[in-house]
């Protein structure tokens, strides 16, 4: 019988942290947007995030105490991010804009342009909301119910706050998941340039809400 745990994640976790920020971000495709936007290798991101995490940002996906990870049979299996939007005062997208430019400011100046059109399907994130980001499941792993589990074990700890997500519209195997689960697209956002320069997988982006009770 497997045995199923959900644990919050810790340094020695990075690893398996990273392999969900990567994949997800590839949401099902082979381009990385961070690869495409500023010309970083997966090896160079790693080495960013790595330091990122030191720094023990809150209210960002970038933060250790923001990570929860289900272990199957003393495994990692899924992972996700979730933290309260906006306690701070500054978006998260914000805060995650502020620490590459510090991080990696030649590249982050030379990639202006393709930053502004990649802006153009940004969506701002809801103040006061549970956020969820970089939700994956290895491939090993899936067809279990294991991302469902893991979903459900976070929102059942904030049960006062309505929840968002934001994913790109061509990861329909995600969108069945989380329409499934209560979510409703709130908001897209297009940019078909964006396919063109293939800096991301999608020309669109969704917001799904999830509102409480």
């Excluded at 809801?126 to 893991?150: A, C, D, I, P, V």
């Excluded at 976070?154 to 979510?183: K, P």
């Amino acid at each position: 019988m497997d045995t199923i745990e959900i644990k919050k994640a810790t340094v020695s976790d990075f690893e398996f942290i990273t392999s969900c920020i990567i994949e997800s971000e590839k949401s099902g495709s082979d381009i990385f947007s961070y690869s495409a936007i500023f010309d970083l290798t997966e090896s160079d991101f790693t080495g960013i995030l790595k330091s990122i995490f030191e720094e023990e940002i809150e209210d960002q996906p970038w933060c250790y105490q923001h990570w929860s990870i289900l272990y199957l049979n003393g495994k990692p299996a899924s992972g996700l991010c979730s933290w309260i939007e906006g306690r701070n005062e500054i978006s998260s997208d914000v805060l995650k804009s502020q620490l590459l430019n510090f991080m990696i400011p030649k590249q982050f100046a030379e990639s202006i342009e393709k930053l502004k059109m990649v802006s153009e399907i940004t969506i701002p994130r809801k103040k006061n909301t549970l956020q969820l980001e970089h939700l994956y499941t290895k491939l090993e792993f899936r067809s279990k119910g294991l991302m469902r589990k893991l979903m459900l074990s976070v929102l059942n700890d904030h049960l006062d706050y309505n929840t968002e997500i934001q994913l790109l519209q061509s990861n329909q195997a995600a969108l069945s998941l989380y329409t499934d689960m209560g979510f409703n697209v709130n908001v897209t956002k297009c940019n078909e340039e964006i396919l063109k320069l293939n800096l991301l997988s999608s020309a669109c982006k969704v917001r799904l809400i999830k509102k409480h009770g």
